[in-house]
């Protein structure tokens, strides 16, 4: 979230879309009501069934599933047209004013410029912001490439031209209205199925915040997995951040684009690397091409990038400071200058190592062992009957777990006979983890807050703490390199493991040392303020690229100083009556509790809403000043024109997204689902994205209409259920007993089929069996002149469980149902919006 | 709130002779409103009263809902009734009530109820079930307008949500308040609450447009100590069978102002075995012992 739960409340319009929070975050979801009861505020919910979030709604529209960026920039075309957006924040906060290069197209036929068909890749040079005084030889700013490889990437220009009058054909403000003038009412209805009369309502009960331009108002976007899990769900959230920037509510309370996280630290896995192609705290991985540390930092490290009279933070140009401090941390005295802090002992990414290709790479019998931690790798994934092949040619497979679940008895899947299991030959090793209540530590909730949790009971019988568990095989495994070597044994022999327990570190000593600290004094030379040697840093302006600060995440830097444990601390108090609470807990970065904070504030450092003061300009102390801790330049004179964007290079917000940072287009486009009903009405004949990633194994397959798959289904939670582990609790079994499938009433009539009666859904893929659950939530709808019906079904339900156990289900997972075909960008498979077909049984 | 303050007896059922104690104290009425506009239908109030109460868990079968089970059970007191409803004007309504024991001002369990001690009304409003007294006749169940009271086959008597008298008495909110995430419940004083459900329904009026929005206090009963602020208060069937205007049954209402003492004198023969207790003593623990184990062998839900 930019913002946070509780900023929610200091909500004027809320718009609810690919996400459920009534029905997956309750608790966060009493600032929805807060806002609501206390401020007026409406919601507008759009989802493919009408939800428990939507029974609250002011308005709600039923959407078919994956259109939504349709939709959106509907809204996007809505609010051009009808002046709802602040001409002061779109001039000075977005890139609206920069002229784009010579030679970008925009995707009227499907595809942007630099398509290459055989490589189904973009060349991304013409992605790029034009360079004052450049011409023809834009591409000659190309100097800071890589090297080794053999085509330099596209880097931004220095000095990019701009047109503040908004009138160039080619300012990313002509460009924007130009891509969204084509999702018109009609076109929009054609594509999601929404009424064109309930759209505009929509549009414009949304955009009433920003009538005129008047800023006193704000509007937030709150939106979960079910924009992301798509084969163009980043592009989704783009286009979310697109109006947000336009009305400008980013950077505001009650504002913002705000996604809600799943699990209690999903956000903690994501910001401590969780991903392939990330390290902690967003830093890059290497690639092959980073030879050594100064190539790999001269790739990451941006450079900025903005009009000659601007100023831009660039935040990111402390990418040495922060990689540096992070290799501290891991190989500590063992990474020297002399060896460039040890770069090479890190993995390097030659290809994509992404959920859905790990799975593949196995049942492709390249990967042969996986360690599964805190996960149900056989439930989750998409295609899950491959997953299920797959670990069929393992040689062996670790899992820790507090319930014995699908993953370790993938061998017992449904439909495996004995022949069958006596021929599987994978070691299956099952460790007796901790729950969540045995634990300490902290979770990172959605709004960025790092929250210690204390353990309530210990662990039962034999079960261990994960960090025992992990820190017991990571020891082994140094044990056997240090007696029989290996390949690279520097990595593991050299990882500084300082802990007072090493068989079981303290997870408080794991947060301190994610925090940092000085290994020599360093002074800040602005405050004149000194770190002594390892004393915790106070925050992340201390960390260095010489190597005399550690710190295992730059984010976290702040959360366990020499004040003590920031993220224990538990002072509800909130003078300033924003749902700040600056001394409850801590969030990153530095405790802002709404990030770009600056972009609340006029050119002159006004708070566009005097009621909502978050930070301000003070003109007496020449420093920004607030509520909230500013996301600024502490010191930056709002005349010198410094962008409240400070992670981007720009120092603004990105309307257009350059040189490829988002891979499918630099503006979001509508692609139809990878299995579609029909033809994109935009483009038929580029009718998907053109580089989402779909496999090509003898079980990955992928249904069309004209095979009979004809009903679009989407997948989803309850409330009563948390993935897969309550279906071991007799009391959530008690609240829904048994897994069901909605299906339109009208539908459910035309097929004779009632409700409690089982139905038989079928994709490509496999099939599942459950009981009807015949609703009138959802309705049909139509979908470009066809009739079209969408159904549900909720994920909980597998093998193993007590429902299961007693006979009473089917036992197959619903991801036997849904298709590998991932999003581009973060590589998210489409869990949403694929094609079935449904008997009765 | 103390224990003594809270529990005062206010009418006991099958007793002859004035209360004790009556009319000594002045506290006010408590009162649990229920916001059904901003309910979510989360269940985090049913689970709480089970846990808090202790219960044995009910078997549920799927019965195309969302809804946990057809109606209250003996061991199930809090209950979210889950509503799909079209409207005339072709509006679109999915419908969450919290259904549970209302505490009527004029409780026709009570009314109906022929064994001493075995309801007791509060002078906060609760109206509170003594299973040690109950004697199993089931009078109440047809006494009561909203269905509520539920017999256990296993321990032959009646059960039914005690707004958390126990908590109340010691000055804390009933547990289905506590765990509301939402806020859509509240606890407090009658007159608080009541005034606090005119601000929502005159929100929900001007602000939402729903012209009909209302509080309901059925005043056929003399008022309730569960009072709901609903979108649509001039059709509460739609919320799962709220009647608009709920009565006692005429019959109990004969009973309980001709032919009560009579009646009584007759039950109090018929009964000999039953144990007379005074509850002018003070007030006791109204916690039922549910068995230990679940021997109800009733499936909460039959399939279609
Ligand atoms: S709702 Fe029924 S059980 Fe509850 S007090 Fe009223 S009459 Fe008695
Ligand atoms: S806890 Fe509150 S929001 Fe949830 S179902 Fe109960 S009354 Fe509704």
């Given amino acids: ?841 | 709130m103390s224990d003594r303050k809270t529990l005062q007896v206010q009418r006991i059922s099958g007793h002859p002779g004035p209360v004790a104690g009556a009319g000594m104290q002045r506290e006010e009425q408590v009162c649990k409103l229920i916001d059904t506009t901003t309910c979510i239908g989360c269940k985090a109030c049913e689970v709480a009263c089970v846990e808090w109460n202790d219960m044995p868990f009910q078997p549920t079968m799927f019965d195309n809902t969302y809804q946990t089970m057809p109606d209250t059970h003996w061991n199930y007191w809090n209950l979210i009734k889950f509503n799909e409803v079209t409207n005339e004007d072709g509006t679109f309504q999915w419908l969450m009530r919290k259904h549970q024991c209302m505490h009527c001002a004029d409780p026709g369990c009570l009314a109906a109820c022929p064994a001493d001690g075995a309801i007791v009304q509060y002078r906060n409003g609760i109206v509170d079930f003594q299973e040690e007294n109950c004697i199993g006749c089931q009078f109440c169940v047809s006494g009561c307008p909203f269905n509520v009271p539920k017999f256990s086959p296993t321990t032959k008597k009646v059960y039914k949500c005690t707004l958390c008298s126990d908590r109340v008495g010691q000055g804390l909110e009933p547990a289905c308040i506590k765990a509301c995430p939402t806020g859509c419940l509240h606890f407090g004083t009658k007159s608080d609450m009541l005034m606090l459900a005119e601000k929502r329904v005159k929100q929900l009026q001007t602000v939402s447009g729903f012209k009909e929005a209302g509080t309901y206090d059925p005043q056929t009963i003399g008022g309730t100590s569960v009072v709901y602020v609903l979108h649509d208060a001039s059709n509460p069937e739609k919320y799962g069978g709220l009647p608009k205007n709920p009565r006692i049954p005429l019959s109990f209402t004969i009973w309980k102002n001709w032919f009560k003492p009579i009646g009584l004198i007759a039950s109090m023969m018929a009964f000999a075995g039953v144990i007379l207790h005074y509850v002018t003593e003070g007030p006791r623990r109204p916690q039922p012992q549910p068995p230990v184990k679940e021997v109800d062998g009733g499936e909460g839900k039959k399939e279609n």
């Avoid at chain 1, 090297?147 to 330099?152: F, N, T």
């Fill in chain 1, 1 to 841: 979230m930019t913002n946070g739960w509780v900023d929610i409340k200091n909500t004027d319009m809320m718009l609810i879309m690919g996400g459920n929070p009534a029905e997956n975050h309750p608790c966060g979801f009493k600032w929805v009501i807060e806002a609501k009861r206390n401020r007026d505020a409406k919601i507008v919910v759009v989802d493919p069934r009408f939800t428990r979030t939507a029974s609250v709604a002011d308005q709600f529209l039923q959407i078919r599933a994956g259109s939504d960026i349709a939709f959106l920039g509907g809204l996007i075309n809505y609010a051009l047209a009808n002046n709802r957006f602040n001409h002061e924040y779109l001039v000075n906060y977005t890139n609206a004013a920069f002229i784009v290069k010579e030679g970008f197209k925009l995707p009227e036929d499907g595809l942007y410029s630099g398509y290459d068909a055989t490589a189904r890749t973009y060349d991304k040079s013409t992605w790029n912001y034009e360079e004052v005084g450049a011409g023809a030889h834009a591409s000659d700013t190309h100097s800071h490439a890589v090297q080794s490889s053999p085509v330099p990437p596209p880097t931004l220009p220095p000095n990019v031209a701009y047109d503040l009058s908004l009138q160039h054909p080619r300012c990313v403000f002509q460009l924007l209205k130009q891509q969204y003038s084509r999702y018109t009412p009609e076109m929009v209805e054609r594509i999601t199925g929404i009424p064109r009369e309930r759209a505009i309502k929509a549009w414009e009960t949304f955009t009433s915040i920003r009538q005129n331009g008047d800023m006193k108002k704000a509007g937030t976007i709150i939106y979960a997995v079910g924009w992301t899990q798509h084969s163009s769900g980043t592009q989704t959230i783009r286009t979310a951040a697109m109006i947000q920037l336009l009305l400008g509510n980013v950077g505001r309370a009650g504002g913002g684009v705000n996604a809600l996280r799943g699990h209690s630290n999903i956000q903690g896995a994501t910001d401590m690397a969780g991903i392939f192609d990330i390290l902690p705290g967003y830093l890059k991985m290497p690639v092959p091409a980073d030879t050594d540390l100064k190539t790999y930092l001269t790739r990451t490290t941006p450079k900025a990038s903005k009009p000659k009279e601007w100023d831009s933070f660039n935040y990111w140009s402390n990418t040495p400071a922060f990689t540096v401090s992070l290799l501290k941390a891991l190989y500590g005295d063992a990474a020297t200058k002399e060896n460039d802090f040890a770069f090479n002992w890190l993995p390097k990414i030659d290809r994509k190592y992404s959920w859905a290709e790990i799975w593949d790479d196995m049942y492709n019998g390249k990967v042969k062992a996986m360690m599964a931690f805190g996960m149900n790798g056989v439930m989750i994934g998409p295609n899950a009957k491959k997953n299920i092949e797959a670990l069929k040619k393992a040689d062996f497979l670790v899992v820790c777990e507090i319930y014995p679940d699908e993953t370790s008895e993938f061998w017992r899947a449904p439909g495996t006979t004995p022949e069958e299991m006596a021929k599987i030959n994978t070691t299956v090793y099952r460790l007796p983890g901790a729950g969540f209540a045995e634990k300490d530590g902290t979770f990172v909730n959605s709004a960025r807050w790092l929250q210690w949790k204390w353990a309530a009971v210990p662990p039962p019988g034999d079960c261990r703490l994960d960090q025992e568990i992990l820190a017991r095989i990571f020891l082994k495994i140094r044990g056997k390199y240090q007696q029989e070597g290996g390949k690279l044994p520097d990595p593991i022999l050299k990882a500084s493991w300082n802990y007072t327990n090493p068989n079981n570190p303290s997870l408080a000593e794991v947060a301190k040392e994610l925090n940092g600290k000085a290994l020599a004094d360093v002074t800040d030379p602005k405050t004149n303020t000194t770190i002594k040697a390892d004393q915790q840093l106070p925050g992340f302006a201390f960390l260095r690229d010489d190597g005399s600060t550690m710190s295992g995440n730059w984010l976290y830097c702040g959360s366990w100083t020499e004040a003590g444990a920031m993220i224990q601390r538990r002072d509800p108090a909130d003078p300033s009556g924003l749902g700040i609470h600056a001394n409850w807990a801590w969030s990153w970065p530095m405790n802002r509790r709404v990030m770009y904070n600056r972009a609340s504030c006029d050119l002159n450092g006004k708070p566009w809403d005097p009621d909502r003061k978050q930070i301000w300009w003070s003109e007496a102390k020449q420093k920004w000043a607030g509520n909230d801790v500013p996301d600024f330049k502490p010191d930056s004179d709002p005349k010198s024109h410094m962008g409240p964007f400070i992670m981007n290079p720009e120092g603004v917000g990105r309307l257009f997204v350059p040189i490829g940072a988002v891979a499918d287009g630099p503006f979001p486009e509508h692609y139809e689902p990878t299995e579609s009903l029909i033809a994109n009405p935009l483009h038929p004949s580029q009718s998907n994205n053109p580089i989402a990633k779909r496999f090509k194994s003898d079980m990955d397959k992928y249904g069309t209409p004209d095979q009979g798959y004809n009903i679009i289904c989407t997948t989803y939670r309850l409330t009563e259920h948390y993935h897969y582990w309550t279906k071991n609790n007799p009391m959530n079994v008690q609240l829904v007993p048994e897994p069901f499938v909605e299906i339109p009433a009208e539908l459910a009539d035309q097929m004779g089929l009632r409700g409690g009666e089982k139905v038989k859904v079928t994709s490509a893929r496999a099939d599942y069996i459950a009981k009807a659950m015949v609703t009138k939530r959802i309705k049909p709808m139509m979908v470009d002149g066809k009739k079209t019906y969408q159904i549900g079904i909720p994920i909980h339900w597998g093998y193993r469980g007590i429902a299961e156990d007693a006979g009473k289900t089917a036992k197959t997972p619903a991801n036997y149902l849904s298709p590998a075909a991932i999003d581009p960008n973060a590589y998210t498979p489409e869990f949403k919006g694929f094609l079935v077909k449904l008997e009765r049984v």
